[in-house]
């Protein structure tokens, strides 16, 4: 392991001040299930490791006055499980109780979720987030990859899980620094990017900015769900998954907001797939022409076909599972 400097600062402002400027020369550590092991294997190699669960206000969760949900960047997985104030966004604790393990529910926070790298193996075992410009993914064993947003170098999914319940739902992000008292509101759908250079992040976030704060809008009336297809029951990712948030009345959609994960760099938000659905009360033939709508402009590489159908399948089953419909079936 390369040496560091090690902190943990009790104010996010000492947090930010630590943070470098400078790509790659300090990071945010929270629970530690995914930068730990990055740090071993030398795949990330910063001089100093700023450690966020001493910051009180990273962990505060709660409601503000006008509804919103607040939650601390460092809030753990499993406290957002147990919490009565989750039990309104379904998609949100359906996405944590996927990852199917108590440890990493208990270590894991939701700033790290959200913050995580991809766990492309090439990216893993030293061969660069582009492995020579997307190439070698292209040539080379590309079935947990991309199947849309690969046109470029970045051939990598999201890894996060949480990530497209949050972008359905709404939320909206509190970055501080990199100045000591700046702080800047980003919604959810902006905050993730798809890098083209080695050097540049997966998220909108500078070197010297924290993830502070997700606020949640107060979920009102909307139906949501978030459903996975997995190929085991352990702690690995979802081959393909589904977030839908939908406004209702009298059985109609009236609006949605439909965001696919785990098939693109960033959580993929489908406007056909949306358009599909609103205006029309919701059954398995609506459900079914939204997956087909979602899944229509997909680029799928040369391992990884498969996963168009489940894409599809993930859209269809998230939006009958939010309206309290039966979703079984292919
Ligand atoms: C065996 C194993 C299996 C796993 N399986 C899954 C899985 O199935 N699904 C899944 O989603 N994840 C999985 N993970 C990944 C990871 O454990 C979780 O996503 C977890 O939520 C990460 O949270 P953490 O607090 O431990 O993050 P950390 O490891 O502390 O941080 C993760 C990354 O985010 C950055 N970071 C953390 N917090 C902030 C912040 N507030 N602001 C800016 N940057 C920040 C860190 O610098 C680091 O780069 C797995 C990990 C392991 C070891």
Redesign the pocket.
Known sequence: MHNFDYAAPRFESDVVELLSPEAGRT????????????LKKMI?RPDRVVN?MEVPT?KQLDVLSDGTLRIG??VT?DRLLDSDYLREYPAVTQAIRG???MQ?QC???I???L???PQCWFFRNGRGLFADGGREVVAGDNRFHAIFGNAGPAKFVS???LAPALVALGAVFRIVGPAEDEETLVPADEFFCTPAHDGESETV?LPNQ???HIYLPSPGKTASATYEVRHGEG???PLTAASVALELAGGVVQKARIVLGHVAPTPWRSAAAESALVGRRIDLDAAEAAGRAAVAEATPLSNNVYKVQLAKVAVKRAILQAADLESGGF
């Open positions: 990071a945010v550590l929270a629970g530690g299930t995914d930068l730990i092991p990055l990330v966020i990273l960047a460092a997985l990852i199917n393990s990493l270590q894991g926070t700033g790290g979720d913050c995580q790298r890894a996060s899980r976030l924290l993830l502070a702690p690995e990712d």
